[in-house]
């Protein structure tokens, strides 16, 4: 791995947001390319901290070298943190999709299985706190074997009380494979129609369904121009989602007979006349999110991989309790 060392050390290349699993240690922030495997890249601010830990990720020779002047570096380290960055991936992107046949984590064994491994490396962490934070983000007993006595062992050991178990739900997808890209149910004449990805970068992770496309609609009924909206809902629809189509934002507020969130706004005339290189729908969550410019080219293949890497995660002896359980609980 190539080093470059200037306003601070840099190790390896960075992955893209989408595909960093990260860990943030005390003088460095470490990230693991979940698509690329292999030693993490690594962002060191602050060498003299980072030196009491970067030997657990890299390796003690490797470590030197990166503190030191090598240029390049090869690691032979354990990887510590890597278990504890890869949930908080889950967290973020990972891309629950009935369409795509990826089950939705169960964010009950993702919080608690996430403190469990925030112990495990606090000493590198930047946050000297964060495994009492962590556990009390846990919203209940997983009720899964092992697990649940590690994460009562340490509640005691913090002095954190956890909430009762809760019966195991599987998140359910409130659609059918098909609905996703079923016609929109509008009324009117239908002008033009068509279909736009959703931007995972400005909605939560799991409020709609990672692989289908939101649908519109430009409909003339009663003299007057109208767009409709819809998208297929995630494991979390209560998150509050507007669409954006020719600058005029549709709130998705509405849920149709197939369970997608649905909207209808007024729009004037002249969207009809719009190019269709302009035809563009955007959906985002207003608390988390502004539309950007311009979509990113490379989003599609690069999303298509991370939704087939999700999927092979399912079942998997290697990778997170959480991963490995999703949809069955």
Partial sequence: MRVVRGNGIEVGDWPHP????????RGALVAWDVLGGGAPAARVHD??????????V???????????DAAVVTPTGPGAGRTLAQLDWARAWWPASAVAGVPALDPVLLSAERAVATCEVEHLLDDEDATARALAEVPADPAV???????????????????????????EFALAAGSATAATAAT?????SGASPVDWALVPAGAVDA???ARWAVV???GATFVDVVVAAGPRPDVPLVARFADVDVELGDVDDFGRRTGRAPVPPTVLLLPPARRVLTVHAPDFASPPGEPDPDAPARRAALVAYAR???GDPAATLTERLAGRR
Avoid at 47 to 56: C, M, N, Q, S
Avoid at 58 to 68: F, N, R, S, T
Avoid at 155 to 163: M, N
Avoid at 188 to 192: A, E
């Fill in 18 to 25: 989408e595909r960093a699993a990260l860990l943030e240690g």
């Fill in 47 to 56: 060498p003299d901290r980072a030196a009491d830990w970067l030997w657990e």
């Fill in 58 to 68: 890299y390796g003690p020779e490797a470590a030197d070298a990166v503190l030191g």
């Fill in 145 to 171: 074997p092992g697990l649940s006595e590690r994460l009562a062992d340490l509640a005691e050991d913090f002095g954190v009380e956890l909430p009762p178990a809760v019966l195991p739900a599987r998140a």
């Fill in 188 to 192: 009117g004449t239908t002008v033009h």
């Fill in 211 to 213: 692989a289908a496309d």
């Fill in 220 to 222: 003339r009924q009663g």
């Fill in 312 to 314: 092979s995660r399912v």
